[in-house]
Nanobody, 115 residues
Framework: QVQLVESGGGLVQAGGSLRLSCATS????????MGWYRQAPGKQRELVAT???????NYADSVKGRFTISRDNAKNTVYLQMNSLKPEDTAVYLC?????????WGQGTQVTVSL
């Protein structure tokens, strides 16, 4: 059974940093792409960052220059380093991995940014 487990969320003041981790049971060597979405209350799920097997990354305009996505294939783990956090970054952050055109999702980790 495929598992994705996010961790690293929490409460942080504006301007602070958090590092999210997504540990997967999928070998990232076989994944086409992986990344992070987020969903705030009353809002649609939005893409935050993705990284392909080849290492190409893509970011939402709202997080460019502040967030960095990375992966450790040996650990089957995807990371999201979040700096200069803003209250509008408050959301549940969900990790996904796409392999053979099938997407797998984690349960999410809450990030709350206070003023």
């Amino acid at each position: 059974q495929v598992q994705l487990v996010e961790s690293g969320g929490g409460l942080v003041q504006a301007g602070g940093s958090l590092r999210l981790s997504c540990a997967t049971s999928i070998s990232l060597y076989s994944a086409n792409a992986m990344g992070w979405y987020r969903q705030a209350p009353g809002k649609q799920r939005e893409l935050v960052a993705t990284i392909t097997r080849g290492g190409n990354s893509n970011y939402a305009d709202s997080v460019k220059g502040r967030f960095t996505i990375s992966r450790d294939n040996a650990k089957n783990t995807v990371y999201l380093q979040m700096n200069s956090l803003k209250p509008e970054d408050t959301a549940v952050y969900l990790c996904y991995v796409r392999r053979y055109e099938i997407e797998y999702w984690g349960q999410g980790t809450q990030v709350t940014v206070s003023l």
